[in-house]
């Protein structure tokens, strides 16, 4: 309830900028795909930047920093940054996301071979609102983090500023109570997988 009074609170403060969706039922637990269905209907800028509840930005600098990077360089669609992850319990950082050691570009085929480890963290991410709009096959099957990573950064590979823009996502075991073996058990969870997988192959067959 304390957080519905504070959005509500904020929302009335900056209208222009804040601008949350109620519901009365939890739509993600139904399945709703929120950022196709709700978010990306109502998102009019010429970027786009993820954030969600257990993430926050602590430097006012972080936009406009991928804004410059990705004006300047126009045959990418996405700019990424160091990100650290933090126990909320403990207040301790668990690591430090930072494949490189210095600015440059991430090529795509890192993610592609990543086998599912974050090379960087999500709501580091900063990309081109196309990437949504334009979405390929195997995002339609699988709309996982790592087939967003590796959509984005098929044109050209991902800019990587070599700066921790004080960004932090807060590890909070309450965000995913299902462990993770039961779900990957499931069969329809792998079907899903296999034919992403099969179609992230067919797709990117035609760039390499």
């Known amino acids: 309830m304390i957080y519905g009074k504070a959005i509500k609170l904020n929302e009335r403060m900056y209208p222009e900028i804040i601008k949350p969706i109620y519901q009365e039922e939890n739509q993600y637990s139904k399945g709703v795909k929120i950022v196709k269905e709700f978010q990306m209907p109502r ?6 930047a993820l954030c969600e509840g257990d993430d926050y930005w602590t430097s006012s600098e972080k936009l406009q920093k991928q804004y410059d990077i990705l004006e300047k360089y126009t045959c990418l669609d996405v700019c990424s940054h160091i990100s650290t992850v933090i126990d909320d319990k403990s207040g301790k950082i668990v690591k430090t996301t930072c494949p490189l050691q210095r600015d440059g570009i991430i090529p795509v085929e890192w993610f592609i071979n990543a086998h599912g480890e974050r090379v960087v963290e999500t709501a580091s991410l900063f990309f081109r609102r196309r990437i949504y709009e334009e979405s390929p096959p195997f995002r339609n099957i699988l709309t996982m983090d790592t087939t967003l990573r590796i959509w984005a950064a098929l044109r050209g590979g991902m800019y990587f500023i070599n700066e921790n823009i004080f960004y932090f996502l807060f590890y909070l075991q ?9 779900v990957l058990k499931n069969f329809c969870f792998f079907e899903s997988i296999l034919l992403s997988v099969s179609l992230i192959c067919k797709f990117l067959s035609n760039f390499f």
């Open 43 to 48: 998102a009019n800028g010429k970027y786009i």
């Open 174 to 182: 309450s965000v995913f109570p299902i462990p993770l073996l039961p």
